[in-house]
């Protein structure tokens, strides 16, 4: 069975910094994709940033340059370092992985991820 187990979210003043975790535990294919979503309240999820099992990243407008995502294969573990938060991230982030892929170097869509972390709380205050 596959768990993603989220942690890190919290509040913190404009500008400050977070990092996120993400553990994964039963999840072990060889071609993959992960990413992090976030969704703010009354408003759809988004996902804000991806990776993939070649180590490829994307990002959404919104947080390119201050977000860094980043996959620790030894921990199976992925993390999202967040810096110069705005009020405007404040948001339930959830953390998620793909069904396998054929091939490392590939892009997924919302609909290809299969599993789910259980959400951290980010509160950005002004």
């Known amino acids: 069975e596959v768990q993603l187990v989220e942690s890190g979210g919290g509040s913190v003043q404009s500008g400050g910094s977070l990092r996120l975790s993400c553990a994964a535990s039963?999840?072990?294919?060889?071609?993959?994709?992960m990413a992090w979503f976030r969704q703010a309240p009354g408003k759809e999820r988004e996902p804000i940033a991806e990776?993939?099992?070649?180590?490829?990243?994307i990002y959404r407008d919104s947080v390119k340059g201050r977000f860094s995502i980043s996959h620790d294969n030894s921990k199976n573990t992925l993390y999202l370092q967040m810096d110069r938060l705005k009020p405007e991230d404040t948001a339930m982030y959830y953390c998620?992985?793909?069904?396998?892929?054929?091939?490392?170097?590939?892009?997924?869509?919302?609909?290809?991820?299969?599993?789910w972390g259980q959400g951290a709380q980010v509160t950005v205050s002004s």
């Open positions: 990776i993939n099992s070649d180590g490829g990243t």
């Open positions: 998620a992985a793909s069904s396998p892929r054929t091939s490392g170097n590939v892009w997924c869509v919302s609909s290809d991820y299969r599993y």
């Open positions: 039963g999840y072990s294919y060889r071609s993959y994709c």
